[in-house]
């Protein structure tokens, strides 16, 4: 049987002064993970390209959870000059960042391309957020015990990286970009770690999670397939904590993957599990960073140096 754990349990520690930006907060799993938050004392701030969405999120947050500090700023991942004024705004209203939440994605649209030419579950699920933390990066190293946790899915044991054809121009099969993209998403994870590590940093801690199965937005262009699996399907309160845990765990090791423990991963207690498939190539992770470089122009490598210098 596998350890019980759970967000609300007084074991796991209060996080009252922390600050946390959590992505996709409208609605959905970042909709729980920034209550969840509020709710253990962080201050978080709900990023969204639907600040409407978002404002009904953090006044109901506001309404249920005493004394919670939840704000909303506009952040679309399909363009990297919202990435960046959102980030400069933040460091500058803030300075520190204790948790970062990747959480936002889209799931097997229709074709289409985001600001910079990339196709958009590649550009918003991975390159949206590698950009965010770029930008977020200095905040995060200066804070002590701070942590970036990126969302991945299940399906990152299918997916595989065409080089060859990564913007999907030459056919395009809305699901398999999205298990690209969400190999990417961990692999990227992994590798921010390590390369952290490999500098000396204690902070931040870089750490991945999946929610198994949950019926959310997420499938609205799936409607067969969410019929299909929603027997295979847990709430969004334990489809959430594989995300809380990797950010509120004292446990907690840079470099790992917290997911379900059921069947599958589809369901089941929030647990560490291990990456799968090609999402344990350490060779594709280093080999997705240098790409992501490449396409955002964006020198991750050097600004980790530059953060670390900051920190001797």
Same mark, same amino acid.
């Given at each position: 049987?596998?350890?019980?754990?759970?967000?609300?349990?007084?074991?796991?520690?209060?996080? +009252?002064?922390?600050?946390?930006?959590?992505?996709?907060?409208?609605? *959905?799993?970042?909709?729980?993970?920034?209550?969840?938050?509020?709710?253990? /004392?962080?201050?978080?701030?709900?990023?969204?390209?639907?600040?409407?969405?978002?404002?009904?999120?953090?006044?109901?947050?506001?309404?249920?959870?005493?004394?919670?500090?939840?704000?909303?700023?506009?952040?679309?991942?399909?363009?990297?000059?919202?990435?960046?004024? &959102?980030?400069?705004?933040?460091?500058?209203? =803030? /300075?520190?960042?204790?948790?970062?939440?990747?959480?936002?994605?889209?799931?097997?649209?229709?074709?289409?391309?985001?600001?910079?030419?990339?196709?958009?579950?590649?550009?918003?699920?991975?390159?949206?957020? &590698?950009?965010?933390? =770029?930008?977020?990066?200095?905040?995060?190293?200066?804070?002590?015990?701070?942590?970036?946790?990126?969302?991945?899915?299940?399906?990152?044991?299918?997916?595989?990286? +065409?080089?060859? +054809?990564?913007?999907?121009?030459?056919?395009?099969?809305?699901?398999?970009? =999205?298990?690209?993209?969400?190999?990417?998403?961990?692999? &990227?994870?992994?590798?921010?770690?390590?390369?952290?590590?490999?500098? /000396? !940093?204690?902070?931040?801690?870089?750490?991945?999670?999946?929610?198994?199965?949950?019926?959310?937005?997420? =499938?609205?262009?799936?409607?067969? !397939?969410?019929?299909?699996?929603?027997?295979?399907?847990?709430?969004?309160?334990?489809?959430? !904590?594989?995300?809380?845990?990797?950010?509120?765990?004292?446990?907690?090791? *840079?470099?790992?993957?917290?997911?379900?423990?059921?069947?599958?991963?589809?369901?089941?207690?929030?647990?560490?599990?291990?990456?799968?498939?090609?999402?344990?190539?350490?060779?594709?992770?280093?080999?997705?960073?240098?790409?992501?470089? +490449?396409?955002? /122009?964006?020198?991750?490598?050097?600004?980790?140096?530059?953060?670390?210098?900051?920190?001797?």
């Amino acid at each position: 049987m596998a350890e019980k754990w759970d967000r609300r349990d007084d074991s796991v520690p209060r996080v +009252d002064g922390k600050r946390a930006v959590v992505t996709g907060a409208a609605s *959905g799993l970042g909709a729980y993970i920034a209550e969840a938050l509020c709710a253990k /004392g962080a201050s978080v701030v709900l990023a969204d390209r639907n600040p409407e969405g978002a404002e009904k999120v953090a006044e109901k947050i506001v309404s249920s959870v005493p004394d919670a500090h939840a704000s909303v700023r506009f952040l679309d991942l399909a363009d990297p000059v919202s990435i960046e004024e &959102f980030s400069a705004w933040y460091i500058s209203e =803030y /300075g520190a960042l204790d948790v970062l939440v990747n959480n936002a994605g889209i799931m097997t649209p229709p074709y289409f391309k985001t600001v910079k030419g990339f196709e958009s579950q590649w550009g918003i699920n991975h390159l949206g957020h &590698f950009i965010l933390t =770029y930008h977020l990066l200095p905040a995060l190293t200066s804070t002590p015990g701070s942590r970036v946790v990126t969302q991945t899915s299940i399906v990152h044991r299918g997916g595989r990286m +065409d080089f060859k +054809d990564i913007n999907s121009e030459r056919s395009y099969s809305p699901w398999r970009a =999205y298990k690209q993209s969400k190999l990417a998403t961990l692999l &990227f994870s992994r590798e921010l770690d390590r390369r952290l590590r490999s500098l /000396g !940093m204690d902070a931040p801690v870089s750490v991945a999670c999946h929610p198994g199965l949950v019926n959310t937005d997420l =499938y609205r262009n799936r409607e067969r !397939m969410r019929r299909w699996l929603r027997p295979f399907m847990h709430g969004l309160e334990a489809g959430a !904590m594989p995300a809380l845990r990797a950010a509120l765990d004292p446990e907690v090791r *840079g470099g790992g993957l917290y997911g379900t423990d059921g069947w599958m991963e589809f369901k089941g207690r929030a647990v560490p599990v291990g990456p799968h498939g090609k999402g344990k190539s350490d060779i594709l992770a280093f080999r997705v960073w240098e790409l992501s470089e +490449d396409m955002t /122009g964006l020198d991750l490598s050097a600004r980790l140096r530059e953060c670390a210098s900051c920190k001797r």
